[in-house]
């Protein structure tokens, strides 16, 4: 059924009844405050019953309350179509073939005025129309997989993802862009560097902070970085391309299994966790930071693992937590558990019955920590030592979320502990690293002279 | 053949134009332009934090202390229709490097953009409402957040949070009444730093300060109109006590068109006394650029066909001796020469006082394609740069006729193809119209371009926040906190023709009352008397805090007691601050302590020749008001209080007209 009322509801709709108003409908409305006049607008149903929203001429919306409406007169109808203007994209020969799969993230998009609903740009000419610089990077298709909220991606769209990847490599394609909202773009990079493995090109997930309908977005910016690395880098990872400082100055490329958004908001809010990032990259080219990576091939040799296995957790511990969390996840069919343990790797003695039970019945749990930076060392303290001799297996410096993912991947292809052990503690991309460098853990504290001396400096 | 005369067509064509200076005009030349304008004046509040985050507001930074810096870019984003505002391509088209330089202590990262808005400061939220109330607004029933965008960078999100909170009213002139549109409550935009070429410096203290828009109708049709209107606004904003003062803290738009012109939209004038000559000369401007038109499209039948053309300079001009393009010289830069056809007599043709045609080009140039002024030379150039030598090589060069105009223009390789645009863009605007435009005020009373108008169709929901219900009983318990009857009251102060920088003082004290009574019983001068407590009083107060027992109907018998005493009034600005200090003192031993003492008023006038004559004995001074003022100095101590001392200088410069001595 169409919605005629376009979001109105219980009193707004029988004020909108009474008058014969119709939404869109160019309005007179008396009121006890005063009378008004504008364009009914679509009202998001989230909001109360007890106000209808005006467009004024002026351009600025207005609500009026409904309670203080006399009489309400509809003098003319002016419906708003929006669409997003394409202009072909330019083929230019010679310049790399990349691809865009899109997953529902508003990497470009422009906004509804009225109703305030973004709508995506994702056609190439939609694209083009908005990042025209996109066509001297590369010759630019795109392909929208599928339209979901960043915090509704999941197992269908990881290996849905993985396997139309391997098809446009196969094909031949230089390099893959994946936009993607920004929520869970590096659990996605993550399953992906374990899904996608040996991609002779640049696979890069890209997102933004700030929505392309504003002026000081990141979004064509960011667009331009994953387009220049994946069209140009001899980069051949998974990897998340987003801002290095909050300034418009260059993007960082970070390795699929070592990223992690750590601000809600910031622009540069995606960190390598424990290592540097592989590269920096800008509108010019690409600068990288480390040395070992996997180099561009011209083979088309990759393998796609398309695995996931739902009944897998995480559990972020918390001091004093009971047993029953445990037995409520052995009791809905939990198949692999991830803890985020306190320090090295510790949880509380109340928990240990329940972690023999899941020893038992064969439950694997992985431990790794919640500080993000740094090992899980289980041989440290007795505490360590006893969970050790429960069956929990320390996963390196595997950041948790990353161990989920590959935990849920592993069970995903085997039920057999021995090989889902191995798998976990093999490290596959730099998910598990041998050693922290020096400089893999850096968090400025401001307020420190030398701290604040460097930021009037230096961009963060 | 005649040479041409660049000074003397500007004489001409300003007189083709009509213009008069302000001085000379009345309300009859203005009606003849058609003039109309509108304002938008803009208060800050005075409320503890900003807007839309828990920054301390109204905390101001040397404009080079600072914490940190960030750059971003603002790109244009796509309209309804899938088009770009003209404003937006034009903000792209410079390619600016924005600079925020941020203070710690001022803000935080919701104002660098890096943090969605919290929700709106319910202090601001309340002052507005009052204010709008004042206005006798129609308050609205939900209050929704809109973004209004600004590609110039002024604002890091690349848009300002705003909101309706009332819409129509009106305020009272002492003639007719102005209608207003709305009132808006915003955030503060950065101040600029610097701007230089492509590079754009703001600092962020400002930024997010909670304020009111005030906008009315165009319906102020004389530049002393809208100079009223403006005053009339601030004052109401000010009788709520609300508002933040000080430089910068209310600034206005002033928007002006002229028959056959277009609106213009004046920003950021800080100082309504400003108003009048803007506004004056901006009726001219668009008066001369109709001019301009006129004259093209008589020269031009096809201005389609019309088009400039662009030469790099090929010759030798190494022995010029003009400095900013011996500069270009050195740093490589392109020379660029320009023919502009039939357009002789343009590039000087009057728009301002000491303004042409030429400055509009020279403004563009230096705003959308970054070129720092002096940008360009011309062949109207009160000065010329370039010798005969060259002027042939450019005339070949160009292929230039009898009719057409040259500029000559410097620029980095990378910035010349803007500059070609401009130049020729604003050319082409001269055939038809006065563009959309903002220009920002210079103290000389002229004007500069700033930038294109921005469209009606810049403005976003934001979607960041939610609406705001706002209820009646709210609106009813500020309503019943607001000063009575504000207009009528305003409208009483107009009659009585006390001056407005008084109103102020006179309502917050609550004074009206007591002076109805004085001038009604005791029949005394209202602007005196408006002037005696919003000036003197004021002013007494700001200096010394008066005694417990000190109450304002004391002036009332302070002056029902100099008028049975006969003495003149004038001496009551110097009791004043005795009354203050020591209320229970006897009026009587107020004089005595300022030494005063009854003299017959020709006693007083009789000395004037007396001094005259002291005076030239030992007067080195030149300027010719001395005498006046020396005889003035020695007299008024005695004339206080026996003499108005309007009518004593009265008398001693009509003594002085007459030769003095006899
Ligand atoms: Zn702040």
Not at chain 1, 162 to 177: F, H, L, Q, T
Not at chain 1, 279 to 295: D, S, W
Not at chain 2, 188 to 203: L, N, Q
Not at chain 2, 448 to 459: K, S, Y
Request: aromatic share 8%; net charge neutral; glycine share 6%.
């Amino acid at each position: 059924m169409i919605d005629i009322f376009k979001g109105y509801k219980g009193d707004a709709v029988e004020i909108l009844k009474k008058y014969n108003i119709r939404v869109w409908g160019d309005v007179e409305v008396k009121t006890t405050r005063g009378d008004f006049y504008g364009i009914v607008l679509p009202r998001s149903e989230n909001d109360d019953d007890k106000h209808i929203v005006l467009k004024l001429i002026t351009g600025y919306n207005v609500g009026i309350d409904v309670r203080t409406i006399t009489d309400m007169k509809e003098i003319g109808y002016k419906e708003a179509h929006y669409k997003i203007p394409e202009k072909e994209f330019p083929y230019t020969e010679g310049l790399p073939k990349v691809k865009l799969f899109g997953t529902g993230g508003t990497i470009a998009s422009r906004l509804d005025y009225r109703t305030g609903a973004v709508i995506p740009a994702f056609s190439p000419g939609e694209l083009y129309g908005a990042v025209p610089e996109l066509a001297d990077i590369c010759n630019l298709e795109t392909e929208k997989l599928f339209a979901v909220f960043s915090e509704n991606m999941g197992p269908e769209q990881y290996k849905a993802l993985a396997i139309a990847i391997g098809k446009e490599i196969e094909n031949g394609i230089d390099g893959i862009i994946i936009g993607h909202g920004t929520d869970t773009l590096h659990h996605t990079a993550a399953v992906l560097s374990f899904m996608i493995q040996n991609s002779p090109i640049p696979i890069i997930l890209v997102g933004s902070q700030r929505s392309s309908d504003r002026p000081s977005s990141d979004a064509a910016l960011n667009l331009m970085h994953a387009a220049t690395a994946a069209a140009r880098s001899d980069i051949a990872e998974v990897m998340v391309c987003m801002f290095g400082p909050t300034s418009d100055e260059y993007g960082l490329l970070h390795q699929g299994t070592r990223v992690r958004k750590m601000h809600s908001s910031y622009r540069s809010t995606f960190r390598t966790i424990g290592d540097t990032p592989i590269a920096t990259v800008t509108r010019e080219k690409i600068t990288p930071i480390k040395q070992n990576y996997n180099h561009r091939r011209n083979d088309r040799k990759v393998t796609i693992l398309p695995y996931f296995d739902e009944k897998v957790t995480l559990l972020y511990y918390y001091p004093n937590m009971q047993p029953d969390i445990i037995y409520s996840l052995i009791d809905n069919g939990y198949k692999g558990i991830v803890i985020a343990g306190t320090g090295l790797g510790h949880v509380n003695k109340p928990l240990y019955p329940a972690i023999r039970k899941c020893k038992e019945l064969g439950i694997p749990i992985y431990m790794t920590v919640q500080t993000l930076w740094g090992y899980v060392h289980m041989f440290v303290y007795d505490t360590g030592r006893d969970l050790m001799s429960y069956g929990i297996i320390p996963a390196e410096n595997m950041l948790p979320e990353v161990a989920f993912m590959k935990l849920s991947w592993a069970l995903g292809q085997t039920d057999d502990l021995d090989k889902v052990r191995e798998l976990m503690l093999t490290p596959i991309s730099n998910d598990i690293t041998k050693r922290e460098p020096y400089n893999g853990y850096l968090i400025y504290q401001g307020g420190i002279p030398e701290v604040e001396e460097f930021i009037k400096k230096v961009h963060k | 053949m005649k040479k041409f005369d660049p000074t003397r067509n500007n004489k001409s064509t300003m007189k083709k134009v009509g213009y008069k200076s302000r001085s000379k005009s009345n309300r009859k030349d203005y009606e003849k332009l058609g003039f109309k304008s509108g304002l938008e004046v803009h208060q800050q509040l005075a409320t503890k934090e900003k807007l839309f985050c828990h920054c301390p507001a109204g905390i101001y930074q040397d404009l080079h202390d600072f914490d940190a810096e960030l750059i971003r870019h603002m790109r244009p984003t796509l309209s309804e229709m899938g088009t770009y505002d003209g404003t937006a391509l034009m903000e792209f088209r410079t390619r600016k490097n924005i600079t925020y330089r941020i203070k710690n202590e001022t803000t935080c990262t919701y104002d660098v953009d890096d943090t969605p808005p919290f929700p709106i400061n319910r202090e601001a939220l309340k002052y507005a409402i009052e204010i709008s109330l004042l206005l006798q607004q129609n308050i609205v029933g939900e209050l929704h957040i809109t973004r209004k965008q600004y590609l110039d960078g002024s604002i890091p999100t690349g848009f300002q949070r705003t909101a309706i909170v009332g819409i129509e009213g009106e305020i009272p002139l002492k003639e007719k009444n102005i209608r207003i549109i709305q009132l808006s409550i915003e955030e503060d935009a950065c101040r600029e730093v610097s701007d230089i070429a492509h590079s754009r410096i703001y600092t962020t203290d400002r930024l997010g300060i909670p304020l009111i828009e005030t906008v009315t109708y165009p319906e102020m049709l004389t530049p002393d109109e809208v100079m009223e209107a403006g005053q009339v606004i601030r004052f109401i904003n000010r009788s709520s006590g609300k508002v933040r003062t000080g430089i910068g803290a209310g600034r206005q738009d002033v928007n002006v068109s002229i028959e056959g012109g277009t609106r213009v939209e004046i920003k950021g004038v800080s100082h309504l006394s400003w108003i009048p000559e803007l506004t004056h000369n901006e009726a001219f401007r668009q008066k001369g650029l109709l001019e301009i038109k006129k004259e093209l499209l008589l020269r031009i039948n096809d201005t389609d066909e019309w088009k400039p053309n662009f030469k790099m300079i090929n010759f030798d001009i190494s022995d010029i001796e003009y400095e900013p393009i011996k500069k270009a010289m050195d740093n490589g830069w392109q020379l660029v020469a320009c023919n502009l056809p039939n357009f002789k007599g343009i590039l000087s043709h009057f728009l301002q006082p000491g303004k042409t045609f030429a400055d509009e080009l020279e403004g563009r140039l230096k705003v959308i394609a970054c070129l720092e002024k002096p940008n360009m030379v011309h062949s109207e150039d009160m000065n010329p740069v370039f010798n005969e030598d060259m002027l042939k090589k450019r005339s070949r060069l160009l292929n230039s006729g009898e009719n057409d105009a040259q500029i000559v223009f410097w620029a980095h390789e990378s910035d010349v193809a803007t500059a070609m645009e401009t130049i020729e863009e604003r050319c082409r605007l001269a055939f038809e119209e006065v563009p959309n435009e903002t220009r920002k005020a210079l103290t000389d009373g002229t004007t500069i371009f700033e930038r294109v108008l921005p469209g009606a169709d810049r403005m976003y929901p934001d979607t960041d926040s939610a609406p705001i219900p706002i209820e009646d009983e709210y609106i009813d318990s500020i309503r019943n906190l607001l000063p009575v009857n504000l207009s009528e009251r305003l409208r009483q102060l107009q009659k009585w023709q006390i001056p407005s920088d008084c109103y102020v003082y006179i309502l917050k004290k609550n004074l009206m009352p007591l002076m109805e009574n004085i001038i009604k019983d005791l029949k005394v001068d209202s602007k005196w008397l408006g002037t005696l407590f919003g000036h003197k009083m004021k002013f007494i107060e700001g200096r010394i805090i008066p005694s417990v027992g000190f109450d304002y109907n004391l002036i009332y018998s302070m002056i029902n007691f100099l008028q049975i005493q006969k003495i003149e009034l004038d001496i009551a600005e110097k009791m004043l601050p005795i009354i203050c200090l020591n209320p229970q003192m006897e009026f009587e031993s107020i004089l005595n302590s300022l030494e005063y003492e009854k003299y017959k008023k020709e006693v007083i006038l009789k000395n004037v020749s007396s001094l005259q004559n002291m005076f030239t004995k030992i007067n080195h001074s030149k300027n010719p008001q001395a005498a006046e003022k020396w005889i003035m100095g020695n007299l008024r101590p005695i004339a206080l209080g026996n003499i108005p001392l309007r009518e004593l200088n009265d008398f001693v410069l009509k003594f002085l007209a007459n030769g003095g001595v006899k």
